[in-house]
C-alpha cells in the first residue's frame, strides 16, 4: 500500500539554526511533492510544490529537494525563527491525482 | 488563493445524531474536497465533490455515513451521520487554486470543524 513517512518526533532546533524535515514515500511515482505547514487549530496552508523533474526548489528561506530514487524529499527552513514553530506535512497527488495524501507530520520548535 | 469558511467552528453532539457542516468558497471552483484529521493523526482524504455529480468517495468512507452536497461552484455539505465516539475529528473542506486549470495545483483549506461525539 502506498506511505508517506515523515518523522513522528518532534524536532526542537535553536533559533538561527537551519531546520531539516524529511517525507519517505513508498509504492508512489508521483508527478509531484507539495509541503504544507498548519498550526494549532488551522487548516493546513501550502508553502512548496516541487514537480518530479524538478531536484531543488526555494522560496525566501525555505528549500525543498526531491529524489524520485530515493523516494524522498527534504524540506529545509534556513534561520530559523520561533514564528516557524508548527507542524509541517508532506503531501503527494491521491490516485484520482487531484486530492491529496498527506503525511502525519514533523513538529517543529525553534526557541 | 481561495477564502473557505467552514460552520460550525466546532460542535458537541450525542451518539446518535447527524451533523451536517457547510463550507463556502469565495470563488468558484470545480473540485471541493473533503477530509478528516484524527487526534495526533494526519489528514485522510473523505471524498471529492464535484458540482453536478455524485461524490467519489474514498476507500472506508460511505455515503450513508457521510453524505455530501455540492448544490453549486462556491458551496459544499458534508453530513456525519449516526455519530459514534469513533467520528470525533477536525473535519476540513478544502478546494483546488482557482486561477489555474493544472492538477499540479496547491489546495487552499477550511480552518476546519472541531466535532466532539458523546
Known amino acids: 500500500s502506498q506511505k508517506i513517512e515523515q518523522n513522528s518526533e518532534a524536532l526542537n532546533i535553536q533559533e538561527g539554526k537551519t531546520a531539516t524535515l524529511t517525507c519517505n514515500y513508498t509504492?508512489?511515482?508521483?508527478?509531484?511533492l507539495q509541503w504544507y505547514r498548519q498550526d494549532p487549530g488551522r487548516g493546513p496552508v501550502f508553502l512548496l510544490l516541487?514537480?518530479?523533474?524538478?531536484k531543488e526548489k526555494r522560496k525566501e528561506r525555505l528549500k525543498v529537494t526531491f529524489d524520485t530514487t530515493l523516494k524522498q524529499s527534504l524540506f529545509h527552513i534556513t534561520a530559523s525563527q520561533p514564528a516557524d514553530s508548527a507542524t509541517y506535512l508532506c503531501?503527494?497527488?491521491?490516485?484520482?491525482?487531484?486530492?491529496?495524501?498527506f503525511g502525519k507530520g514533523t513538529s517543529l520548535l525553534v526557541t | 488563493s481561495a477564502v473557505i469558511s467552514q460552520k460550525p467552528s466546532r460542535d458537541i453532539c450525542q451518539r446518535g445524531t447527524s451533523l451536517t457542516i457547510q463550507c463556502q468558497v469565495d470563488s468558484q471552483v470545480t473540485m471541493m474536497f473533503w477530509y478528516r484529521q484524527q487526534p495526533g493523526q494526519s489528514l485522510t482524504l473523505i471524498a471529492t465533490?464535484?458540482?453536478?455529480?455524485?461524490?467519489?468517495?474514498e476507500s472506508g468512507f460511505v455515503i450513508d455515513k457521510f453524505p455530501i452536497s455540492r448544490p453549486n461552484l462556491t458551496f459544499s455539505t458534508l453530513t456525519v451521520s449516526n455519530m459514534s465516539p469513533e467520528d470525533s475529528s477536525i473535519y476540513l473542506c478544502?478546494?483546488?487554486?482557482?486561477?489555474?486549470?493544472?492538477?499540479?495545483?496547491?489546495?487552499?483549506f477550511g480552518p476546519g470543524t472541531r466535532l466532539t461525539v458523546l
Open positions: 465533490a464535484n458540482q453536478g455529480s455524485e461524490a467519489t468517495y
Open positions: 478544502s478546494v483546488e487554486d482557482p486561477r489555474r486549470g493544472s492538477s499540479y495545483n496547491e489546495q487552499f
Open positions: 516541487i514537480r518530479e523533474n524538478e
Open positions: 509504492n508512489y511515482s508521483p508527478a509531484y
Open positions: 503531501a503527494l497527488p491521491s490516485n484520482s491525482g487531484y486530492a491529496l495524501n
